[in-house]
């Protein structure tokens, strides 16, 4: 077998085996609109932490059951109602400094782009470096976090894709695909890139998901 040909076997497998998204995973359908991009944008949060992914998604399920689905309902929930609702998703060793975190990104965002994070990607103009900037403006959002969330929204803003950043490359590297970015998104659909992009995060961080896949 040529490579081209183990490579797209690995890729197609990868998709199958490990080829869901976390916004997925949490409940969010992603749509370009403001309250599904504010849901991914809190994931994003949650999923910087140094805390079990599992634990994370676990988290914003209790957050979005509890009303916290757009910035005003984060604000409009007390302090209080957020911690108990990390602390019913097990988010219990961060959940006093997010809960304080949460809030503050919340008035972020309405104050700057009026609740809605399209605003943020006019404000971008197509450039990712500069979405990742404005992110990290973001209270909660770092380094990491803008890579989770571009990992995840390019399946809904276009102009963000390839997103693969260095875990997602890491993960590539572990199943045997390659670890240039640009050779990595040839082995998909476009319409595939963050459902790849997770699968690569995931093999990245379980090594016997990763063994799974390159068998």
Do not use: N
Not at 44 to 71: H, N, Q, Y
Not at 148 to 153: D, G, K, L, N, P
Request: hydrophobic share 40%.
């Amino acid at each position: 077998m040529t490579t081209d040909a183990r490579q797209a076997r690995t890729a197609t497998r990868l998709l199958r085996v490990a080829g869901r998204t976390y916004a997925d995973e949490a409940g969010i359908t992603l749509t370009d609109t403001p309250s599904a991009l504010y849901r991914l944008l809190v994931l994003s949060v949650l999923l910087s932490a140094r805390i079990k992914a599992d634990i994370a998604v676990a988290a914003a399920r209790e957050l979005f059951a509890a009303g916290c689905r757009t910035p005003r309902g984060m604000l409009d929930a007390s302090w209080q109602d957020r911690v108990d609702a990390l602390g019913r998703g097990h988010y219990v060793r961060y959940d006093e400094s997010t809960a304080t975190t949460l809030g503050k990104g919340a008035q972020s965002i309405d104050d700057e782009y009026r609740s809605d994070l399209r605003r943020m990607a006019r404000r971008a103009d197509g450039d990712v470096s500069t979405l990742r900037t404005l992110l990290r403006d973001v209270p909660g959002i770092g380094a990491v976090g803008a890579d989770i969330f571009c990992r995840e929204v390019q399946a809904v803003w276009p102009w963000v894709r390839p997103y693969l950043d260095g875990k997602a490359r890491k993960g590539a590297e572990r199943v045997g695909l390659p670890g240039d970015a640009e050779a990595l998104a040839a082995r998909v659909s476009d319409e595939d890139l963050a459902r790849f992009s997770a699968g690569l995060v995931r093999v990245s961080l379980d090594a016997g998901l990763a063994e799974e896949v390159a068998d």
